[in-house]
């Protein structure tokens, strides 16, 4: 257990709906960064937020846009949704802004259809 | 910009044998590297984390990486395979400057034959 959750593990929505997916990271750790996992794409970095600050971005969507609020847990909407959207979506979490271990939540399974 | 290239995408060893994954990097900066596994339908779990100084880092399960900056490789090794190896494993550079975020391989898919 890496000590950050994630919810919902699964979710299943068709096209042209929005979703949000939540992260809780680790104790301590000021960091939030999202990832999406696709067959075709691999593991690509969509964006981090530092003790609630957007920090990095990534290839993120302008469809999609995420937030990080005071105690720390983020947020990551996802709107008009693509059959292509469909991909597990993690969350990472670490201490600092850069360089330092980044710890995975479980993800989330993302279905479009 | 930094990238990572993960040679080969499936790699299979018997039971006992020599793990050798590959992972070449291309960083401007002296980078910080990192080895994750995924076990199916899990999250990602740290191996190991290289920063700068020693060239040969150890991880966890018995997994160590040798830092080769001559060769830009970080290759992951493991002396005896276990069936429990059996993973994906994934091989991150650090992004650059103050950027935090990981650019992963396309990873190596390890099976484990007894």
């Known amino acids: 257990d890496s000590g950050v959750t994630q919810t919902p593990k699964h979710l299943i929505t068709a096209t042209g709906q929005r979703v949000t997916l939540r992260c809780s990271p680790r104790s301590g750790d000021l960091s939030v960064y999202w990832y999406q996992q696709s067959l075709d794409q691999g593991l690509q970095f969509l964006i981090q937020y530092y003790n609630g600050e957007e920090r990095a971005k990534g290839n993120i969507l302008e469809r999609f846009s995420a937030q990080q609020f005071p105690d720390l847990h983020s947020e990551l909407n996802l709107s008009s949704l693509e059959l292509g959207d469909s991909a597990l979506y993690f969350c990472?979490?670490?201490?600092?802004?850069?360089?330092?271990?980044?710890?995975f939540g479980p993800g989330t399974r993302l279905t479009v259809l | 910009a930094q990238s990572v290239t993960q040679l080969g995408s499936h790699v299979s060893v018997s039971e006992g044998a020599l793990v050798l994954l590959r992972c070449n990097y291309s960083?401007?900066?002296?980078?910080?590297l990192f080895w994750y596994v995924q076990y199916p339908n899990q999250g990602l779990q740290l191996l190991l984390k290289y920063t700068t100084g020693a060239t040969l880092v150890k991880g966890i399960n018995g997994f160590e990486a040798e830092f080769k900056k001559s060769e830009t490789s970080f290759h992951l090794t493991k002396p005896s395979a276990h069936m429990s190896d059996a993973a994906e494993y994934f091989c991150?550079?650090?992004?650059?400057?103050?950027?935090?975020?990981?650019?992963f391989g396309k990873g190596t898919k390890l099976s484990v034959k007894p």
């Open positions: 991150a550079v650090s992004g650059s400057g103050s950027q935090g975020n990981l650019i």
């Open positions: 960083s401007s900066v002296p980078p910080y």
């Open positions: 990472a979490s670490s201490v600092g802004p850069a360089g330092d271990e980044q710890f």
